[in-house]
C-alpha cells in the first residue's frame, strides 16, 4: 500500500505561480513514477505530468510544457508540481499518484496505469 497526501493548491490570480507538494508513505519503495492529474468541473480527468521515481526522468502534457516542472526529493519521499505562468484555464482538482512495479524507464500517461492516488488539491486561478 502507498498512501499519497497533496497539499499546496489555492487561489491565485493568472500569470501567478503555485508549487504543489504530494507526499507518500507506505510502500514507497515499490513506486516506479509518480504522477499528477487534474480534473475539471465537468471533465474527464487529465494527464499532466510524471517524473521516474528513480532515475527522474519526466514527461508532460503539452498544456504544461514551458510552465510546470516535476521534481522528487526522495529523502523526502515527496513529488512537487511547480506550475508557473497561470492561466483560467488551469483551473481543477490537482491528484497525484503512483504506479508500482514494472520498468523503472516507463512514464505511464494514462490514468488507468496508476494504482494509488490522493485525495486532490483545489487549484483556482482568478482574478
Known amino acids: 500500500q502507498v498512501q499519497l497526501v497533496e497539499s499546496g493548491g489555492g487561489l491565485v490570480q493568472p500569470g501567478g505561480s503555485l508549487r504543489l507538494s504530494c507526499a507518500a508513505s507506505?510502500?514507497?519503495?515499490?513506486?516506479?513514477?509518480m504522477g499528477w492529474f487534474r480534473q475539471a468541473p465537468g471533465k474527464e480527468r487529465e494527464f499532466v505530468a510524471v517524473?521516474?521515481?528513480?532515475?527522474?526522468?519526466?514527461t508532460y502534457a503539452d498544456s504544461a510544457k514551458g510552465r510546470f516542472t516535476v521534481s522528487k526529493d526522495k529523502a523526502k519521499n515527496t513529488v512537487y508540481l511547480q506550475m508557473n505562468s497561470l492561466k483560467p484555464e488551469d483551473t481543477a482538482v490537482y491528484y497525484c499518484?503512483?504506479?508500482?512495479?514494472?520498468?523503472?524507464?516507463?512514464?505511464?500517461?494514462?490514468?488507468?496505469?496508476?494504482?494509488?492516488w490522493g485525495q486532490g488539491t483545489q487549484v483556482t486561478v482568478s482574478s
Open positions: 499518484a503512483a504506479k508500482t512495479g514494472g520498468s523503472t524507464y516507463y512514464m505511464p500517461t494514462s490514468r488507468y496505469e496508476y494504482g494509488y
Open positions: 517524473i521516474t521515481w528513480s532515475g527522474g526522468s519526466t
Open positions: 507506505g510502500r514507497t519503495f515499490s513506486s516506479r513514477a
